[in-house]
């Protein structure tokens, strides 16, 4: 005969397992460091990556390589000089870039989207502006960031040269004023590089798609321009070389330097700009770079919806 058993209530089924938890929540009392730590952590990571540090060794290996290339030619010249005991450096400070622009080309190519594409990729750029930091702010510490990494990349060998110079016993005072020079074209180079790049990789979330659009940009322009120029040079017509260097970014920078930093110019037949050509071409690097930082503010305005 089967025993009926007594029936337990709820509260009495689960009233030996209740159990309060003071898992600890609170609220945060600490420093608030706000929108200008955080553009400047924004910015140092920024510069950090756009050399792999902070990376894995696969990151690091291009940005060092090319490092490396623009500083090797520097330290032979260096070495040349000092051997030879040679009156003046083999190259000035201010061709120093233009001759070495395919290199700070890739460099651009390679870095620009690295600095914006995955964030675009991933949709990381909305939890950015979920913090203090703004779309000004996003967009200057991104600017910044590849304008220091390319002036580190330019910089670094025109102070190898420097350094040599002086220990070569050439004039300290040619050397400190070609130096001065040299770093102010590079300064420029370095502004309008990174805004050129920085635009042409936000454009798209594919890093490959972002690196083979700044080289085409950068290197086809330097080739049609320069093309062009050595045509009208055979054919007499030295007055339209200079116009036509306002449309590369590298005889962008090589007619400016030539016509206000005392650079020799490397147009067909070595006809730079005039004083007043110059002044153009300070007036129209000076509004790419603006025109490059109002058209990423326009576009991070949107992508950060």
Known sequence: MAV?????????ASGDQTRIHNIGYRSYDGPRLGRSYATRSLYSQSLRGSYGLGRSVKSKVLPMLLFVVMCVPAAIMVAVAVATKAKDLPLDYTRYAIVMQAVISLYVASQAPQSVSRDLRFKTVPLYFSRPIETADYVRAKFAALASALFILTAAPLLVLYVGALLAKLDFGDQTKG?????????LLSLLFAGLGLVIASVTPRRGFGIAAVIAVLTISYGAVSTLQAIADAQGSTGSIAWMGLFSPV???????????????TFPGGVGPTNGEGVVYVLVTLGLI?????????RYRKVGL
């Open 4 to 12: 009926e058993q007594p029936m337990r209530t709820p509260a009495a």
């Open 179 to 187: 130096f001065a020079q040299g770093l102010v074209s590079v300064a």
């Open 251 to 265: 005889t962008l920078i090589d007619g400016l330097q030539s016509a206000f930093l005392g650079a020799s110019s």
């Open 290 to 298: 603006a025109a490059c930082y109002g058209l990423l503010m326009r």
